[in-house]
């Protein structure tokens, strides 16, 4: 054969695998009368920087060896990354490639672990929820939607919590096609940034579109970025000069649980601090940890919790004395309930107690993005 008809021969091949439409300019691979979009072409929320060491890593790739080694490692799940999309297809697909095999926890069932979680927003514009990704293996593939209304609507899927992922891909019927969803307007655009323990994480909801950060997300129509680092959420000035370099519409910090009351005491100050060297203006939230749900029984519990909001209390009563501007508070009691039915081990949230949370949190977030 000789080379140009070689060549052509490949071209074909890889035309017919990898198509560009003009209606949506975006690359397909068509497989079993399904068209694979790799998400990235849609613009994934959730990541506050762009030079990252993989692409779905929630810090940058400087900050490894700058951050603890195992704030580096829990940046790797892609908490709180999402994409929107539009499309008229009756069907919708998911193809996901997780980082570890681990699907699972003994609290956090796979779906919210590892799973993957759709929305599509309705006539009247509300984000209503259509289903999840169940995985069952590293790599899985799932009809996510079959039989949808005819007609073009925005959708949003949810990456997984507490697992990274490799790749994501969203199918579509041959001959539908898959188009990036509008930008938000000027006035939502600028992110709002958690910064926290678990409990931001993600721990425990059963899918990730019911964290408090996603709800809130959803209802106040801005995107989000997630930097809850289990168990390692701690005020350290290592991650603030992280958060100091992105420029949101409010920080929310949420590190108590993380904390002790003498640790509370010793670093909300110069963390706020920090953040005003870089970010005078940018509104600051301060949450309380929440009441563990069996404080009333046991009595060390309710002693942490005492100790641990009277020294958050005392920083932000301090620094409002000395003149900090735009410094807001989220007391912990109303955060779980009074019901003890708000969390599955009496401190991490169930998906009742993310919507308590998420309640609780409008109160003073909502004022704040009018």
Not at 27 to 50: A, N, P
Not at 263 to 284: D, F, G, M, S
Not at 324 to 353: C, F, M, Q, R
Request: hydrophobic share 40%; charged share 25%; with cysteine.
């Amino acid at each position: 054969m000789s080379c140009s008809r070689m060549c052509l021969s490949v071209l074909v091949v890889f035309a017919a695998a990898t198509r560009l439409t003009a209606a949506d300019s975006l690359e397909f691979k068509e497989q079993d009368s399904v068209r694979w979009y790799d998400i990235r072409q849609l613009g994934v929320e959730g990541q506050g920087w762009t030079e990252n060491k993989s692409t779905y890593d929630r810090l940058p790739a400087k900050a490894e060896g700058k951050v603890r080694d195992a704030v580096w490692n829990l940046s790797r799940d892609s908490a709180g990354m999402c994409v929107r999309f539009q499309t008229d297809a009756e069907t919708i697909h998911a193809r996901w490639t997780l980082t570890k095999a681990n699907l699972a926890m003994p609290h956090m069932p796979a779906t919210g672990v590892s799973g993957l979680d759709l929305y599509a927003k309705d006539a009247a514009g509300r984000w209503r929820w259509v289903s999840v990704g169940r995985p069952t293996a590293q790599t899985n593939t799932q009809k996510m939607a079959d039989g949808v209304a005819p007609g073009r609507r925005e959708w949003l899927l949810y990456l997984p919590l507490y697992n990274g992922v490799t790749s994501v891909e969203i199918g579509v019927p041959a001959g539908k096609t898959i188009e990036k969803a509008p930008a938000y307007p000027q006035t939502h655009a600028k992110p709002i940034v958690f910064y926290g323990t678990s409990i931001t994480h993600g721990a425990c909801a059963t899918r990730p579109g019911m964290v408090h950060t996603a709800i809130l997300s959803r209802k106040y129509g801005r995107p989000i970025i997630n930097l809850g680092f289990s168990g390692n959420g701690r005020m350290e000035p290592e991650v603030t000069a992280l958060l100091a370099e992105l420029d949101p519409s409010v920080y929310v910090i949420d590190c108590c649980p993380n904390l002790s009351g003498p640790e509370t005491a010793e670093r909300t100050k110069p963390l706020v601090q920090q953040l005003r060297q870089t970010r005078p203006n940018v509104p600051i939230v301060l949450v309380e940890d929440r009441v563990y749900t069996d404080a009333w029984l046991i009595t060390s519990k309710k002693a942490r919790n005492d100790g641990n909001h009277a020294a958050l209390k005392k920083s932000f009563d301090e620094l409002i004395a000395a003149g900090t501007k735009d410094l807001y508070y989220i007391p912990g009691s109303d955060l779980l309930g009074d019901d003890n039915e708000g969390a599955v081990d009496s401190s991490h949230p169930n998906d009742l107690g993310f919507v308590r949370q998420a309640d609780a949190f409008d109160k003073v977030l909502g004022k704040l993005m009018r």
